[in-house]
């Protein structure tokens, strides 16, 4: 120990004694290896203390006296002109202390590890975990309710749906065709298509007016779900509102107006990606929808959207119709002049 080999040298007198009913006799103390001894004057020990058990009765108070650790009657007494021995036995007490194992500071650690590891687990693991549960627990009919708000607050901007006798059997059979959900057509407001939670997906009229071939818009309608399965919409609904909006649809079933207003607004202003168009090929395959009328729907030259014309999975075959003539026609005609 580096203080303890600064003191070895070190000797001063004082006043001992043994018991408090002894009396007090003048002594040497020296330190050594690992204790402080005291010798009377003629040098013959009487009294070893470990360095390691030293108290200090008068902590600040001169002179100080000092004993050994669980024995106060026996006592050390030493006067303020040995100031540099009184020192050098509360450096060495100090640097003991230091050195010695701490099981409550350790369990003050370990209390500490365990909140932060508590309040870590709270911010980046329980957020996720909430809503990937509400997404997961969440009812059909329950989803569906909350893209009827969503609409609601969509409608706002873009006004109401274009509809009429005819045509609503007509959506109808395309949902069918397309496994969709409910098809709405809006006049303005959205800039192709968007699905909301609940299976309901919102088409711009211009997908319908501005294309001669029904697979067009069959094409968004497919992108769409292809869109909804890699990421749900109420998962993103819910990844916007935060934890306290996931917190209240499990507990009360219902999400704050603000948290609606808030998606709805985003929707209908931030971009959205396009999915993989392996997986797009993968669903117009399976849903017999040639790729070809959506790509050029998207991308008149081509250029942006190749991969979808090259690899048409429809291409060269005889297909059956995506719709009748003569329900394309009324469908066109659905928002009227």
Known sequence: MTALTRYQRLEATGLWRAAPEDQRREVVVSVGDATLTISDLNDRALAHWSLAAIERQNPGVRPAIFSPDGDPGETLELQESEAEMIDAIEGLRKAIERARPHPGRLRHVGVLAVVLGFLALMVFW???????????????????????????????????????????????????????????????????????????ILLNRALIEDHED????????????????????????????????????????????????????????????????????????????????????????????????????????????????????????????
């Open 126 to 200: 329980l957020p996720g975990a909430l809503q990937r549960h509400a997404v997961s627990v969440v009812p059909e009919i329950k989803r569906q309710e909350i893209g009827e708000a969503l609409l609601g607050r969509i409608r706002r901007v873009t006004g109401s749906a274009c509809a009429g006798p005819e045509t609503t059997a007509v959506l109808a059979r395309l949902a069918e065709r397309t496994g969709a959900g409910r098809l709405i057509v809006l006049r303005s407001g959205i800039a192709d298509s968007l699905l909301l939670p609940g299976g309901m």
């Open 214 to 337: 029904p697979a067009a818009v069959a094409g968004y309608i497919l992108a769409e779900r292809v869109r909804a399965a890699e990421n749900d919409p109420l998962a993103e609904l819910l990844d916007r509102g935060g934890v306290a909006a996931s917190f209240r649809l499990l507990t009360t079933g219902q999400l704050s107006p603000r948290t609606l207003d808030r998606y709805a607004e985003r929707m209908l202003s931030a971009p959205r990606p396009e999915p993989a168009t392996e997986t797009l090929l993968a669903a117009f395959a399976q849903a017999a929808v040639p790729s070809s009328p959506y790509a050029y729907a998207r991308d008149i030259t081509g250029e942006t959207v190749l991969g979808l014309i090259e690899a048409d999975p429809m291409a060269g075959r005889t297909l059956e119709p995506i719709l009748p003539d003569r329900d394309w026609v009324r469908l066109q005609n659905i928002c009227g002049p």
